[in-house]
T-cell receptor
Framework: DADVTQTPRNRITKTGKRIMLECSQT?????MYWYRQDPGLGLRLIYY???????NKGEISDGYSVSRQAQAKFSLSLESAIPNQTALYFC?????????????FGPGTRLTVT | LAKTTQPISMDSYEGQEVNITCSHN???????ITWYQQFPSQGPRFIIQ???TKVTNEVASLFIPADRKSSTLSLPRVSLSDTAVYYC?????????FGQGTELSVKP
């Protein structure tokens, strides 16, 4: 089984709808991240959480919110989706105990807002 | 935040060694240099990380000169399956920024 899972894998929604993307991990890592990737571009950090009670905004947090329900779960919400939020969304985890900056990525959620 | 500059694309042939250079002129003292690989529609995968001099693992080598203003990822004897986008990241825990990356195309 995959260590980092994301649901749904694909989602089409309409402008103005609220949508939640979920991420779960079995790696036991304390740090979790949400990124978005637009075609031909690198990943941009939306939010990151270093602990259940430690949530921080990333580079592009406007229009998004997150919830860290447990160490293993980190959800991303779009309160009112808009077309320019159409993108590929990745969840990632990392281990505070590790000396490297290695992040482990999920398979991604492809979101289309019409 | 240290900005990175990499070639947008590179071509190579199977069996060749590929070197991808990343420029990061304003790297900070505490910053590490990390490289990731990404295949289409997949999440990035960690390749290698270093602070200075040379680091080698089973997949690649990373060369960092003394001034640390650049770094070179070296992939020995590439195969078709190494066709991917390679990202150079500079920073510490909270400040890892993915740039546009280098699209490597390996041909038979």
């Amino acid at each position: 089984d995959a260590d980092v899972t994301q649901t749904p894998r694909n989602r089409i929604t309409k402008t103005g709808k609220r949508i939640m993307l979920e991420c779960s991990q079995t790696k036991g890592h304390d740090r979790m991240y949400w990124y978005r990737q637009d075609p031909g571009l690198g990943l941009r950090l939306i939010y990151y959480s270093f602990d259940v009670k430690d949530i921080n905004k990333g580079e592009i947090s406007d229009g998004y919110s997150v919830s860290r329900q447990a160490q293993a779960k980190f959800s991303l919400s779009l309160e009112s989706a808009i077309p320019n939020q159409t993108a590929l969304y990745f969840c990632a985890t990392s281990d505070r105990q590790s000396s490297s900056y290695e992040q482990y990525f999920g398979p991604g959620t492809r979101l289309t807002v019409t | 935040l240290a900005k990175t500059t990499q070639p947008i694309s590179m071509d190579s042939y199977e069996g060749q060694e590929v070197n991808i250079t990343c420029s990061h002129n304003n790297i900070a003292t505490n910053d590490y240099i990390t490289w990731y690989q990404q295949f289409p529609s997949q999440g990035p995968r960690f390749i290698i990380q270093g602070y200075k001099t040379k680091v080698t693992n089973e997949v690649a080598s990373l060369f960092i000169p003394a001034d640390r203003k650049s770094s070179t990822l070296s992939l020995p004897r590439v195969s078709l399956s190494d066709t991917a986008v390679y990202y150079c990241l500079v920073g510490e825990w909270r400040k890892l920024i993915f740039g546009q990356g280098t699209e490597l195309s390996v041909k038979p």
